[in-house]
């Protein structure tokens, strides 16, 4: 029934049918309620019942990892390296059994505890209390119709009296049920909320603890450790290790089809479409490629026989991820598409002179300024305006950076002054670590992202994505025709102060980007993987010099999740300078409220001291003679002077 949010207590006394056509749809309610919240008791305590066992097998595999130096196989001699490492793992699973004791206890106290309580003490009450309401009701039912039952003919004060008492006492005794079953109901309509968010806010609770404990269990020591490990498994032992085949392969439109020795034809490998490709180093093999799928759900790697293939397979798989081959004419596309590349990394002397020539004649009007996309632009027209538009969006003569500057180098004067720190040398030990870490640490957002670096580009303009897209264009194009596929992996974390890209071996910070001077970040419209921002810096002495430099990334398929985390990261620094702006303001409101008071205290004393001395110079004024009873009225000396000096006054007044 909508607008009915709570029973009628008042109405209790009357019982109408109303009444009691509302108490049913309130009980059907609470029935429901008790349905649902025992569904989601069983749950819960199949999630503790879980963590309990897990915490139990997670205890009692650390216990049997202790116990192998102790066991004696027939064909296995005394491996001390094997028993050390085991016993290393049986600390470490021990340390995790700790941490699920830990969160099985939380869960008991924050999650179960609660819900337990409202299921035990108040559904409980009120099906209790539906069951003496009932109760009352039936026995009232019952001296109603006694009380109906006494005869006309023969009445008998005494049995009229008893049953006049039964109908009053049982009346008050419903009276009083029914008062406190509908206050149980009304009840249970503003616990059940509680009810239901206190346990789930108890386990997201417990669960975070859980997670902080396990990452500041998780240090750089047993990273190391497990690396060591993994290491030696997959390249000493043999025990776990990947399998080569050779097999033929070729593209087919979109596709990248293989065929092995002895097949009639070849079968479907992967989408290409989209794809992104790049070098690797894997294990101890020469000319390794991997190729990742759009949506980075697949990846394979392969091997080519020489350098030349090599080359000659990642370009390919390039152009066909561009989709050139669905053009008119894929050769002279990919061959356009790889020289405007060249010119934009290496721009030859003519280009200038191209560029005039390009532009309208005087009488002519001025076509507008064309967007280029990140796949390049097909026909003649498209490359005018694409000529064009790098123009705007670019400096000509624009070197490119394929690689970050290691943090032991002295920092440029510019990018010191752009970053804040004022040329100071970053110390090469990483010592300086804890002294960067205390600047951030009290943001409210710390997000940490893997990223590998790909390049970064002066650009003449910072107001439009298209920016991020060109300089994105650029720099894959200048890396296929340079044949440069190694990238620089780093950890980015996002604050609400800065962006900063900190190596994951060391944990020193390689380069940091204050969040004000970041004033444009955007993903690749197809690829979203990729994403770049731009950073406005001063460049030189003078601060109206302002520059602004696009650095480009690639992310395992989160730069969308990155620029949101920018965009949180802006959004909160906004809202903290606004809060900062308006407390400044009620401060100052507060000063000068302040010293209107102090004015306003000092106007009152003089006014004060102004009063006194009217009544003082009024006193003085009277004549210094014997009243008739025989009194004489003594002035002091300073009340004499000041009468004095108020005859003065007056005389002076008058002569005026």
Same mark, same amino acid.
């Given at each position: 029934?909508?607008?009915?949010?709570?029973?009628?207590?008042?109405?209790?006394?009357?019982?109408?049918?109303?009444?009691?056509?509302?108490?049913?749809?309130?009980?059907?309610?609470?029935?429901?309620?008790?349905?649902?919240?025992?569904?989601?008791?069983?749950?819960?305590?199949?999630?503790?019942?879980?963590?309990?066992?897990?915490?139990?097998?997670?205890?009692?595999?650390?216990?049997?990892?202790?116990?192998?130096?102790?066991?004696?196989?027939?064909?296995?001699?005394?491996?001390?390296?094997?028993?050390?490492?085991?016993?290393?793992?049986? !600390?470490?699973?021990?340390?995790?059994?700790?941490?699920?004791?830990?969160?099985?206890?939380?869960?008991?106290?924050?999650?179960?505890?609660?819900?337990?309580?409202?299921?035990?003490?108040?559904?409980?009450?009120?099906? =209790?209390?539906?069951?003496?309401?009932?109760?009352?009701?039936?026995?009232?039912?019952?001296?109603? /119709?006694?009380?109906?039952?006494?005869? *006309?003919?023969?009445?008998?004060?005494?049995?009229?009296?008893?049953?006049?008492?039964?109908?009053?006492?049982?009346?008050?005794?419903?009276?009083? =049920?029914?008062?406190?079953?509908?206050?149980?109901?009304?009840?249970?309509?503003?616990?059940?909320?509680?009810?239901?968010?206190?346990?789930?806010?108890?386990?997201?609770?417990?669960?975070?603890?859980?997670?902080?404990?396990?990452?500041?269990?998780?240090?750089?020591?047993?990273?190391?450790?497990?690396?060591?490990?993994?290491?030696?498994?997959?390249?000493?032992?043999?025990?776990?290790?990947?399998?080569?085949?050779?097999?033929?392969?070729? $593209?087919?439109?979109?596709?990248?089809?293989?065929?092995?020795?002895?097949?009639?034809?070849?079968?479907?490998?992967?989408?290409?479409?989209?794809?992104?490709?790049?070098?690797?180093?894997?294990?101890?093999?020469?000319?390794?490629?991997?190729?990742?799928?759009?949506?980075?759900?697949?990846?394979?790697?392969?091997?080519?026989?020489?350098?030349?293939?090599?080359?000659?397979?990642?370009?390919?798989? /390039?152009?066909?991820?561009?989709?050139?081959?669905?053009?008119?004419?894929?050769?002279? $596309?990919?061959?356009?598409?790889?020289?405007?590349?060249?010119?934009?990394?290496?721009?030859?002397?003519?280009?200038?002179?191209?560029?005039?020539?390009?532009?309208?004649?005087?009488?002519?009007?001025?076509?507008?300024?064309?967007?280029?996309?990140?796949?390049?632009?097909?026909?003649?027209?498209?490359?005018?305006?694409?000529?064009?538009?790098?123009?705007?969006?670019?400096?000509?003569?624009?070197?490119?950076?394929?690689?970050?500057?290691?943090?032991?180098?002295?920092?440029?004067?510019?990018?010191?002054?752009?970053?804040?720190?004022?040329?100071?040398?970053?110390?090469?030990?990483?010592?300086?670590?804890?002294?960067?870490?205390?600047?951030?640490?009290?943001?409210?957002?710390?997000?940490?992202?893997?990223?590998?670096?790909?390049?970064?580009?002066?650009?003449?303009?910072?107001?439009?994505?298209?920016?991020?897209?060109? =300089?994105?264009?650029?720099?894959?194009?200048?890396?296929?025709?340079?044949?440069?596929?190694?990238?620089?992996?780093?950890?980015?974390?996002?604050?609400?102060?800065?962006?900063?890209?900190?190596?994951?071996? =060391?944990?020193?910070?390689?380069?940091?980007?204050?969040?004000?001077?970041?004033?444009?970040?955007?993903?690749?419209?197809?690829?979203?993987?990729?994403?770049?921002?731009?950073?406005?810096?001063?460049?030189?002495?003078?601060?109206?010099?302002?520059?602004?430099?696009?650095?480009?990334?690639?992310?395992?398929?989160?730069?969308? !999740?990155?620029?949101?985390?920018?965009?949180?990261?802006?959004?909160?620094?906004?809202?903290?300078?606004?809060?900062?702006?308006?407390?400044?303001?009620?401060?100052?409101?507060?000063?000068?409220?302040?010293?209107?008071?102090?004015?306003?205290?000092?106007?009152?004393?003089?006014?004060?001291?102004?009063?006194?001395?009217?009544?003082?110079?009024?006193?003085?004024?009277?004549?210094?003679?014997?009243?008739?009873?025989?009194?004489?009225?003594?002035?002091?000396?300073?009340?004499?002077?000041?009468?004095?000096?108020?005859?003065?006054? *007056?005389?002076?007044?008058?002569?005026?």
């Amino acid at each position: 029934m909508p607008g009915i949010d709570k029973l009628p207590i008042e109405e209790t006394l009357e019982d109408s049918p109303q009444t009691r056509s509302l108490l049913g749809v309130f009980e059907e309610d609470a029935t429901a309620i008790s349905n649902y919240m025992n569904q989601l008791y069983q749950a819960m305590h199949r999630i503790y019942d879980a963590q309990n066992e897990l915490s139990a097998a997670t205890h009692l595999t650390s216990k049997l990892l202790k116990e192998y130096e102790k066991q004696r196989f027939p064909l296995g001699g005394d491996d001390e390296v094997m028993s050390s490492t085991l016993q290393q793992f049986s !600390k470490v699973i021990d340390e995790l059994s700790s941490c699920h004791a830990v969160l099985s206890t939380q869960l008991a106290d924050a999650m179960m505890f609660p819900i337990t309580q409202f299921k035990e003490r108040d559904l409980k009450e009120i099906l =209790t209390l539906k069951e003496v309401f009932q109760i009352a009701s039936n026995d009232h039912d019952a001296a109603i /119709n006694r009380y109906s039952r006494l005869s *006309k003919k023969r009445e008998n004060d005494k049995v009229k009296y008893e049953v006049t008492e039964d109908v009053y006492t049982s009346r008050k005794k419903q009276h009083q =049920t029914m008062m406190h079953y509908f206050c149980a109901l009304n009840t249970l309509q503003y616990k059940k909320k509680i009810a239901l968010l206190e346990p789930l806010l108890g386990y997201m609770q417990a669960q975070i603890s859980f997670f902080k404990m396990g990452s500041e269990n998780l240090n750089e020591q047993l990273e190391e450790f497990l690396a060591n490990i993994g290491t030696s498994v997959q390249n000493k032992t043999g025990l776990v290790s990947s399998t080569w085949d050779r097999q033929f392969y070729f $593209t087919q439109g979109g596709n990248l089809m293989s065929q092995a020795r002895g097949d009639v034809a070849g079968g479907l490998a992967m989408d290409i479409d989209n794809c992104s490709v790049m070098a690797v180093d894997c294990e101890d093999r020469r000319y390794c490629f991997q190729i990742t799928s759009f949506d980075g759900k697949k990846s394979s790697i392969l091997q080519a026989e020489s350098k030349k293939d090599h080359e000659e397979w990642i370009c390919t798989i /390039n152009n066909i991820s561009k989709q050139i081959y669905l053009s008119e004419n894929p050769e002279e $596309t990919a061959a356009r598409v790889n020289q405007s590349a060249l010119e934009a990394v290496t721009p030859s002397p003519s280009f200038q002179q191209r560029h005039e020539s390009l532009r309208p004649a005087a009488g002519q009007s001025r076509p507008p300024t064309a967007r280029t996309s990140s796949s390049g632009s097909l026909g003649s027209e498209s490359t005018n305006l694409a000529a064009l538009s790098l123009d705007s969006l670019v400096a000509p003569d624009t070197p490119i950076q394929f690689d970050i500057i290691s943090p032991v180098c002295e920092d440029q004067p510019g990018q010191a002054k752009a970053f804040g720190q004022g040329g100071r040398r970053t110390n090469p030990f990483g010592e300086s670590g804890g002294i960067i870490k205390s600047e951030t640490e009290d943001s409210i957002l710390h997000q940490l992202f893997i990223v590998r670096f790909l390049g970064s580009m002066e650009v003449k303009s910072d107001d439009h994505p298209d920016v991020v897209y060109e =300089t994105m264009r650029q720099i894959l194009a200048a890396r296929a025709i340079h044949n440069i596929f190694r990238m620089t992996e780093s950890h980015l974390l996002v604050t609400c102060d800065c962006l900063k890209l900190i190596d994951p071996q =060391t944990q020193v910070t390689r380069l940091t980007f204050p969040l004000p001077c970041v004033v444009l970040y955007a993903t690749h419209q197809e690829n979203k993987r990729l994403f770049g921002f731009v950073l406005r810096t001063s460049s030189g002495r003078s601060e109206s010099n302002l520059s602004s430099v696009c650095y480009i990334f690639e992310s395992n398929n989160e730069g969308e !999740k990155i620029c949101d985390s920018v965009g949180l990261a802006k959004q909160i620094a906004l809202h903290a300078e606004l809060d900062r702006r308006a407390s400044e303001k009620q401060k100052e409101i507060e000063r000068v409220k302040e010293k209107q008071q102090k004015e306003l205290n000092k106007q009152k004393q003089i006014e004060k001291d102004l009063e006194e001395q009217s009544r003082l110079i009024a006193a003085s004024s009277r004549p210094n003679q014997a009243s008739s009873e025989g009194q004489f009225v003594v002035l002091s000396s300073s009340q004499s002077e000041e009468s004095d000096l108020g005859e003065g006054g *007056k005389k002076r007044e008058s002569e005026a």
